[in-house]
């Protein structure tokens, strides 16, 4: 166990009254040690509770001064303050796995951690859920949760996952569904494995045993040229198109027994396919929106002044706890941009302007920006650090980016939309400061473009950013 760090007050809160400062570390509340961040809160929930803290080698007791239900107004330095529970899988088309050697350490973390998954919105295989997990999640009613699926075949998930107890923990899904948690599904379809029939089988199974989970997103297995699997490959067009035929006809069927779609399948399915998204009312409020299920929809809807569906909806605990720590599994990712302001508060002269994105992003982008003018441009960022059948925006790196930056002139807005980012930091390192060009760092959502492009300024961004198309690497899938 790892005590939290404070990593910042906000002023005029009860924690900055009581005189706590960043970097003390919290021991207890009342006496009990909280293991994680939904713990802290619960704890901290009562009126005037009691921390114990260390502050350099000294150990204290403070006395906050506050209502029930009042936030503390702290920021700790991590979610879990035990250990993160990893994964005991080892999927064949795991990312992870596919990531080159060096890259920063976090990034080749499995975890498999309901906690994260109500927090952050990660998926669990729950293969290592237990009893008193179970118990837990009911008490403190952690919903929703996001579990991995793959199939519904006990023996194939088994194999998919590559474990054992593959075949037997979504006995937990049904536990947990029994138990009023709302639970979102997905299934990564790896073709010539959980495709085509396989495929039909686990709609099926989902329907019949499974018809009370709230969404199921179908997505593609992503292969870098880091692979080691023989196996694993992208889909073609045809079974890319034949997902979404599967798909569709599975959300006939649900319409009509359900009265609900159920199931959705990623907006890669359809670039891939080279079909039209489904329209936005299809997405039934963009449920998997994080998951790439109805981004190009929500974008667009965005960009086109429709601020609400800039949010889509952001899943876990993390959008409202107080103590959650933005930087993180799912941080926020914009921080900061240059101006298109002079300091005397006049505009500067409109630039022509470049919009870096994924060769995916390009496609959904394109058709938006027709009416923009001649001076508004895209520039598709071949992904060849992983290769592969990577092309989505949330995947670009630093060394890709400045490669096309090179050869792009100097003197032009470039605005980079923030999903590629964490902590400041592409996936291989680099700092967009290490950039061969200076670049507008833009939240990635529609809303935040357009603003953008009219030269509202980087930071003036909707309240929830999302991305335009993303995968979450590191979550388990
Ligand atoms: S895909 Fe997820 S569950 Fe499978 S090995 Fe990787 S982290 Fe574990």
Known sequence: MSAPRVVSVA?????????????????????????????????VDEADPELEIRRGHEELTVQLRKQAGEVPGIEVSSAVFDRVRTCDNHCEFCFIYQLPKGMRRSLYLKDDDYRLSFLYGNFTTLTRFTELDLERVLTERLSPLFVSIHSTDPELRARMLRNPRGATSLRWLRALLDGGIEVHGQVVVCPGVNDGDALETTLAGLVDEYSDLATVACVPLGVSDYTTEPSM???????????IDTVELWQELCLGALGRRLVYAADEYYLLAERPFPEAPAYDGFPQHENGIGMARAFEAAFHGDVSAAHGVQPGFFSWVDGAPAAGYRALRTDGASSPWHDDGTRCEPAPVAILTGEYGAAVLGPLLRDQGPHVRLVPVHNAFFGGNIAVTGLMTGADISRVLRREPVGERYLLPDVCLSEGRFLDGMTVAELPRSVEVVPSDGYSLRLALQGGGANTAAPRPSPPVAVALGAPR
Request: cysteine-free; proline content about 7%.
């Open 11 to 43: 002023a005029a809160s009860p924690a900055q009254r009581a005189g706590l400062r960043v970097n003390d570390e919290l021991l207890a509340v009342d006496g009990r040690v909280p293991r994680d961040v939904i713990e802290y809160r619960l704890f």
């Open 233 to 243: 490959r992208p889909h073609t067009v045809a079974e890319g198109a034949a997902v």
